[in-house]
């Protein structure tokens, strides 16, 4: 928290949102009891068996009045594919960009997750201080030595990767 300023705070409230397995859609400064619970938890209730049906249609409509309430319709999706599989994609309403991180390993790249992990948040960091407001200043992004990489990227998933230590 020492590292934000006010301004700071003031963005990511207004623009980061957080999946909960216990709690839903969050913002930063939302006041929450400490838990451990993964999405993947089963949970048995009359109206689900498990956790993504459970907050699937709740979530994905409090996304959908984030996405209208921010004026561009865009998602910048960095949650874990374990959080986001929560959400019904075809009944978001807004463009939908996926940044994955991925390391060379033997000359390939790939995803490592504890990496992938820092670098999700590393990016969240960086939204927060350069108030991005468009999606292509996402690819100024050089956070833990990952750069955007044109070549591995599709129309919504952009990927940036970094090289192996040699």
Known sequence: FDKYNEKD?????????????????LRPLD?????????????????????????GSTLTNALNRTIKNSGIQILINLASNEYYNVVDKT?????????????QKNGDFKVISF?????????????????????EGLKEFIGLGYRFNPKLTSDDNWVFTRKEAA
């Open 9 to 25: 705070f003031s963005y990511a409230q207004k623009h980061l949102r957080i999946l909960s397995g216990l709690y839903g859609l």
């Open 31 to 55: 006041l929450i009891q400490p838990y451990r619970l993964e999405m993947g938890t089963k949970l048995t209730t009359p109206q689900s068996k498990n956790l993504y049906e459970f907050w």
């Open 91 to 103: 009944a978001l309403h807004g463009r939908v960009i996926t940044p994955t991180f991925k390391d």
């Open 115 to 135: 990496f992938a992990k820092k670098a999700r948040g590393a990016m969240s960091d960086y939204l927060i201080r350069h108030r991005i407001s468009e999606p």
